[in-house]
């Protein structure tokens, strides 16, 4: 099964020259379709169904797409699909482990599972702006 | 949770017109011949939300509680057949992404053109009992 989706992802080419924002929104959807699907594969490559569901993957990966959602300039898009393909390409045939899975896709920004998406009232701004940046 | 459980109470005169009809008709199939019968029940026409006769209850059940889940949705908020996914907050990629979620739940593949159209609970449920259909029919 991992090699099937490792076919499909050379065969499927998601980034390309967009003409409009349009397109390079069709490109994008593609290309988290494309992810989507090969998340049995990677599960199963890495071993994470203990540590991690399916639908939490996914929604690590829209989360990550959504923090470039404010772009407008097509060929930026294409660019960071590009990225996306490359990483999901490296995911699936295995070239990464499993702690660089669980590092970057899992755990959240205090180390703990995605789960605690809930902000936490009592910090204060500085505190939140020192923790996730310098220039503020 | 008072909407759902007034949805489960309204789904059993139907489901036992369903039985009757599905056992008076033998040898045929009784999912087609059933839901084109169940047209004509007053039950129906009682019933506050029109139910597509193509629909299955639980599947829309699954399905409206994958929607509440991708989109944190508080359990008061009211889910029928008619939410659209755009009027409950969801944007473009959630909307992926929860075609996505129930292509895993259901075990289908949805095609390009048909994941465009959907907008609705309903829709969803409609299009993920067509390809379960299907699939089962190929495999058998």
């Not at chain 1, 809930?118 to 940046?133: A, C, E, M, R, V």
């Not at chain 2, 929607?67 to 959630?94: H, I, Y």
Request: hydrophobic share 40%; aromatic share 6%.
């Amino acid at each position: 099964m991992a090699t099937a989706t490792a076919q499909a992802l050379r065969v499927m080419k998601v980034s390309g020259n967009s003409r409009n924002v349009e397109e390079a929104r069709a490109r994008v959807f593609d290309f988290f379709k494309l992810a989507c699907r090969s998340l049995p594969a990677v599960m199963d490559i890495y071993n994470l169904d203990d540590v991690v569901t399916k639908s939490q993957l996914r929604s690590a990966i829209s989360s990550q797409i959504r923090k470039n959602s404010h772009i407008t300039n097509a060929k930026v898009i294409d660019m960071l699909l590009f990225k996306g393909m490359e990483e999901l390409g490296n995911i699936v045939e295995h070239h990464k482990q499993r702690h660089h899975i669980i590092g970057q896709y899992v755990l959240g920004k205090d180390g703990t599972l995605h789960d605690s998406s809930i902000k936490d009232p009592g910090t204060s701004d500085f505190l939140k702006n020192f923790y996730s940046g310098n220039y503020f | 949770m008072a909407a759902v459980s007034a949805t489960c109470l309204r789904f059993q005169p139907l489901f036992s017109q369903l039985k009757k009809s599905s056992q008076a008709a033998a040898g045929l199939k009784p999912v087609a011949l059933g839901w084109a019968k169940n047209t004509g029940f007053p039950s129906l026409k009682a019933s506050r939300f029109r139910v597509s006769c193509a629909a299955k209850p639980e599947t829309v059940d699954k399905v409206i509680e994958i929607v509440r889940k991708q989109l944190a949705l508080t359990p008061e908020t009211e889910l029928t057949n008619e939410s659209k996914f755009a009027a409950l907050g969801a944007d473009s990629l959630d909307t992926v992404e929860i075609v996505m979620a129930l292509e895993e739940e259901f075990d289908i593949n949805v095609e390009e053109e048909n994941s465009q159209n959907i907008t609705t609970v309903r829709e969803a449920a409609d299009m993920i009992d067509k390809l379960v259909q299907e699939k089962a029919g190929g495999g058998s």
